[in-house]
């Protein structure tokens, strides 16, 4: 069973900027990807960013150009550098991690709040 740990939330001014952590308990080196979801009020998780073993990310078209998606793989611990934040950005931001055969594990999320 891995953990994963999110951290970083908070309550923003808009335009302002967040950076959001996930710690693993587990190694993340050999993980297939991870990911950042996001769940706004009253609707459903989406992807935010992905980024797979190999270095490739991806990104939802509502973040590109204002988020960035990074990883230590000496500290199991994933990044989401939120920049030019927006009121529908405000929400419960989740991390994941698929570690292939051994599962896919979610944290338990961070609470970002973007106010106008």
């Known amino acids: 069973q891995v953990q994963l740990v999110e951290s970083g939330g908070g309550l923003v001014q808009v335009g302002g900027s967040l950076s959001l952590s996930c710690a693993a308990s587990a190694s993340i080196i050999n993980i297939n990807a991870m990911g950042w979801y996001h769940q706004a009020p009253g609707k459903q998780r989406e992807m935010v960013a992905t980024?797979?073993?190999?270095?490739?990310?991806k990104y939802a078209d509502s973040v590109k150009g204002r988020f960035t998606i990074s990883r230590d793989n000496a500290k199991n611990t994933m990044y989401l550098q939120m920049n030019s934040l927006k009121p529908e950005d405000t929400g419960v931001y989740y991390c994941?991690?698929?570690?292939?055969?051994?599962?896919?594990?979610w944290g338990h999320g961070t609470q970002v709040t973007v106010s106008s």
């Open positions: 980024l797979t073993s190999g270095g490739s990310t």
């Open positions: 994941s991690a698929d570690y292939g055969w051994a599962g896919r594990y």
